[in-house]
Nanobody
Framework: QVQLAESGGGLVQAGNSLRLSCAAT????????MGWFRRPPGKEREFVAS????????RYVDSVKGRFTVSRDNAKNTVYLQMNELTTEDTAVYYC???????????????????WGPGNEVTVSS
């Protein structure tokens, strides 16, 4: 089984940047699409970004397009989320997930991912 662990979150002022990492251990993630989701306070988990196996296809929710960049380093078994121009609306717990291949669900559906990290909190102050 694969274990995922997010890191890099914290408290930051609006307008600043953070880079989240999602390190995988136990098994390689190089053959899987990986996704980033977030759960804002009091809200449901929502899709943020995804990246395919070789990084040639990335997708984003409209609210982060142009500000966030998802990337991966398969040699390090790690996926990243570079977050620039952060706003208070980006405050959330961020999760990375590994895609499952049993059902063909949309990339922005959390059920398309079967292994998750414990989450990493990002707080953006005004």
């Amino acid at each position: 089984q694969v274990q995922l662990a997010e890191s890099g979150g914290g408290l930051v002022q609006a307008g600043n940047s953070l880079r989240l990492s999602c390190a995988a251990t136990g098994r390689t993630i190089s053959t899987k699409t990986m996704g980033w989701f977030r759960r804002p306070p009091g809200k449901e988990r929502e899709f943020v970004a995804s990246i395919n196996q070789d990084g040639s296809l990335t997708r984003y929710v409209d609210s982060v397009k142009g500000r966030f960049t998802v990337s991966r380093d398969n040699a390090k078994n790690t996926v990243y989320l570079q977050m620039n121009e952060l706003t208070t609306e980006d405050t959330a717990v961020y999760y990375c997930g590994k895609e499952q291949t049993y059902w063909n669900l949309p990339y922005n559906d959390w059920r398309q991912y079967d292994y998750w990290g414990p989450g990493n909190e990002v707080t953006v102050s005004s």
